[in-house]
């Protein structure tokens, strides 16, 4: 059972630092760091603990449009108009290593789940998936016939998902190197997409101010979001998969209950566009930027219980004995099967309120 916090998400705190439009957030898997990419051509690395100073990192160029900590949160990739991507070490030195295949602004950068891969997604209307360790260039993946903004890997690394200026979402098979299936219900410039963390449907978001998200085993178009009155620059989903986040033009944040199909915040912070909001990984908290040079960190105070119960579910003490771990997972596993039951009959639901509409 869902134990739902009455309380509205709210504004905890928000870092000022930036000389120009914050592009990008994303937070270190501890929640212990929250970096902010800027127009301004520096990487912020910011501390959640009070009066600890933040580290600004410079060696990019030129505007930065993206960050992504690694899994671990012992790395930070940055990707920037200087047609370059960067690996920072986010400590007081800010080491980083460049690389470079990309011909055109680096749009978007993405670990995948082991750490090992890194996918970025460029002007140059290629998506490239890099080693990580060896600092290697591996392969394209080159369909698209615009810029592509983003691309990402899906949670298990068999899929990376793109979204281009073309109007399509594209879903690939990292291993063939194939393009498995193009989406192309936007009616405008794809900005953002992103997949649910049980890695069955992907959400993007686009210049026509919608969102809409797909199964990626059927292709079908499950649900469309039109409440934004400008473009929808990015998204986010909680980790318990049950709500999503979504930035946009109109200067506001939405959050979405997945599970009901509706609306269930709008929040007012920044002045002008939103241009990016990213949960932290244990959906707490999430950042969102702005192009007011303000980078804000939100309260959840949604689905926290249900969700640290899950959480601590996930982690068996490692001094228990090992039939009691066993049993941690089948109470997981539970918990999985409930919560995509849920979303199934939650989909099904919406097809039949969709059949009803239609003429």
């Not at 127009?39 to 600890?52: A, E, G, I, N, R």
């Not at 082991?114 to 140059?124: I, K, R």
């Not at 309120?353 to 003429?359: E, G, N, S, V």
Request: glycine share 6%.
């Amino acid at each position: 059972m869902t134990a739902h916090c009455p309380e509205d998400p709210s504004l905890e705190r928000h870092f000022k630092g930036h000389r120009d439009a914050v592009t990008s957030v994303d937070f270190s898997l501890n929640t212990k760091q929250l970096a902010s990419g800027s127009m301004d051509s520096c990487l912020m690395v910011w501390h959640m603990k009070p009066q600890t100073r933040a580290y600004r990192f410079a060696g990019h160029k030129d505007a930065i449009t993206c960050v992504n900590f690694s899994p671990s949160g012992h790395l930070l990739a940055s990707g920037s108009r200087d047609k370059t991507v960067r690996i920072w070490v986010p400590n007081v030195k800010g080491e980083s290593t460049v690389f470079r295949a990309h011909t055109a602004t680096v749009r978007s950068v993405h670990f995948c789940s082991d750490g090992q891969s890194l996918v970025t997604a460029s002007d140059d209307k290629t998506v490239k998936v890099w080693s990580t360790h060896r600092q290697k260039f591996l392969f394209s993946l080159s369909q698209h016939i615009n810029w592509v903004r983003c691309a990402k890997f899906s949670p298990d690394g068999r899929l990376i998902v793109s979204a281009s200026d073309d109007k399509t979402v594209k879903l690939w098979d990292k291993t063939s190197r194939e393009c498995v299936h193009s989406y192309c219900e936007h009616g405008g410039f794809v900005t953002y997409v992103d997949f649910h963390p049980s890695g069955t449907c992907i959400a993007a978001a686009g210049m026509d101010n919608t969102v809409k998200v797909w199964d990626v085993r059927t292709h079908r178009l499950l649900q469309h979001y039109q409440l934004h009155s400008a473009a929808v620059n990015a998204l986010s989903f909680h980790p318990s998969g049950n709500y999503l986040v979504t930035a946009s033009s109109d200067s506001t944040l939405k959050i979405l209950d997945l599970m009901e199909g509706r609306l269930l915040y709008t929040l007012h912070g920044h002045q002008g566009p939103a241009t990016t909001v990213a949960f932290s990984r244990t959906g707490e908290y999430f950042a969102s930027g702005g192009s007011d040079e303000q980078v804000m960190v939100w309260k959840s105070n949604f689905d926290v219980v249900d969700y640290g119960e899950v959480l601590r579910v996930q982690r068996p003490p490692a001094t228990r004995a090992s039939s009691s771990g066993t049993l941690t997972v089948s109470i997981l596993e539970q918990r999985l099967t409930l919560t995509e039951d849920k979303l199934k009959q939650c989909l099904e639901n919406q097809q039949l309120i969709m059949q009803r509409t239609t003429p």
